[in-house]
């Protein structure tokens, strides 16, 4: 008897994903991998040219939709923007974000619920206006983009950050547990440090490189590349049996 391919699951021929914070960083390159896997895909961020580069660069079934996920009204535009091109929406990576350092007790209100409204009330719209036709569909993958700092923040000054991210375990628990019975799977994969415009300040080879190296198990920052089993696991078929989970790719720093 043959036997099936075991990478055929992880494929997204003929799925439809939305990818938020697409402009640049882990977002651009989440966007280029569910291409490649076969996805046609949206993008969605704030930086309107920097989109429509990255749109071009994942191929001819990319589109972009400049979007800010802090306003629930285009949230929803987002989502009927993409059921109007591809007709579906099966994967959502929730991956928009903003991030700063800052010691608490010099921490700055208003910037801090700025980030808050994208980090977390952004996760919140974007997945409920998502939801809608997944759950319609009766079928459904997101994906919350959170931070291994929300599992081990190892010294760095971020609280609001760190909050907004451990704010996605739980967001992706309370939506696993509601939707599970009727198709969608929610899921939250937690990166450790990758380079981006995000980490570039912590990650400089002159500046946090080492610190962060002494504090991670396998002694290095992350490539990319190392990013994209775990995405299309989550994302894919191949993942049908996952949901409510937190999948860490941080080298071991939430561990250590």
């Known amino acids: 008897m043959s036997h099936p391919d075991p990478l ?23 966007a280029r991998v569910l291409a490649a896997a076969g996805a046609s895909v949206v993008v969605a961020a704030r930086r309107v040219e920097q989109l429509r580069e990255v749109a071009a660069a994942a191929g001819p079934r990319s589109h972009a939709v400049p979007t800010d996920v802090s306003d629930p009204v285009q949230c929803t535009a987002l989502v009927e923007a993409t059921l109007d091109r591809f007709g579906a929406l099966d994967v959502l990576v929730n991956n928009a974000g903003a991030g700063y350092a800052a010691r608490a007790e010099r921490d700055d209100p208003e910037q801090a619920a700025a980030l808050l409204r ?32 929300a599992l081990a923040p190892r010294g760095l000054p971020q609280a609001t950050y760190s909050t ?16 599970s019975g009727r198709g969608v799977r929610v899921n939250t994969l937690a990166p450790g440090f990758f380079p981006s415009e995000l980490t570039a300040p912590l990650i400089d080879p002159d500046g946090g490189a080492p610190r962060v190296a002494a504090h991670t198990p396998l002694g290095r920052i992350g ?34």
Not at 8 to 30: E, I, K, N, W
Not at 118 to 145: D, E, K, T, W, Y
Not at 164 to 170: E, P, V
Not at 247 to 256: K, N, R
């Open 8 to 30: 055929a699951g992880f494929r997204l021929d003929g799925r439809v994903a939305v990818v938020t914070g697409a402009s640049s960083g882990l977002g651009a390159h989440f």
């Open 118 to 149: 994208v980090n977390v009330l952004g996760a919140v719209q974007m997945a409920s206006a998502a939801g809608r036709p997944m759950l319609a569909a009766g079928r459904g993958s997101i994906v919350n983009v959170s931070s291994a700092l």
């Open 164 to 179: 907004s991210k451990a704010a996605l375990l739980g967001l992706t628990r309370d939506l696993a547990q509601q939707w």
């Open 223 to 256: 490539r990319l590349d190392e990013l994209d089993g775990p995405l299309l696991l989550l994302a894919s078929d191949a993942g049908s049996y996952i949901t409510g989970t937190t999948l860490c790719v941080d080298g071991g720093w939430a561990m250590h």
